[in-house]
Nanobody, 123 residues
Framework: QVHLVESGGGLVQAGDSLRLSCAAS????????AGWFRQGPGKEREFVAG???????HYADSVKGRFVISRDNDNNTVYLQMNSLKTEDKAVYYC?????????????????WGKGTQVSVSS
């Protein structure tokens, strides 16, 4: 059974940086894709970034140039480096693995989800 644990969220000021981590157990995702989604208050869950097994990455337009997704296959961990944070980045951020369909930028593309970590950005 896949177990994902996100960490690294918190309260920061606009312009600051945060690094989210997602540790996976029960699943070796070296041959899998991983992704980060987020859900703000009163909003639907939306795609943030994804990374394929070959290192190819995809980003939502809203975070392109500010966020970087990366992976450490040896430690079954995926990261999300978030720079130049904006107030609109405030959300619960979810890690996900086990890609079952394309495109990668939709929640139904993945099977396993973590419980999320809160990111709050003050102006």
């Amino acid at each position: 059974q896949v177990h994902l644990v996100e960490s690294g969220g918190g309260l920061v000021q606009a312009g600051d940086s945060l690094r989210l981590s997602c540790a996976a157990s029960g699943h070796t995702f070296s041959n899998d894709a991983a992704g980060w989604f987020r859900q703000g208050p009163g909003k639907e869950r939306e795609f943030v970034a994804g990374i394929f097994w070959n290192g190819v990455t995809h980003y939502a337009d809203s975070v392109k140039g500010r966020f970087v997704i990366s992976r450490d296959n040896d430690n079954n961990t995926v990261y999300l480096q978030m720079n130049s944070l904006k107030t609109e980045d405030k959300a619960v951020y979810y890690c996900t693995v086990k890609l079952i369909e394309r495109p990668i930028a939709t929640p139904r593309a993945f099977v396993s989800w973590g419980k999320g970590t809160q990111v709050s950005v003050s102006s």
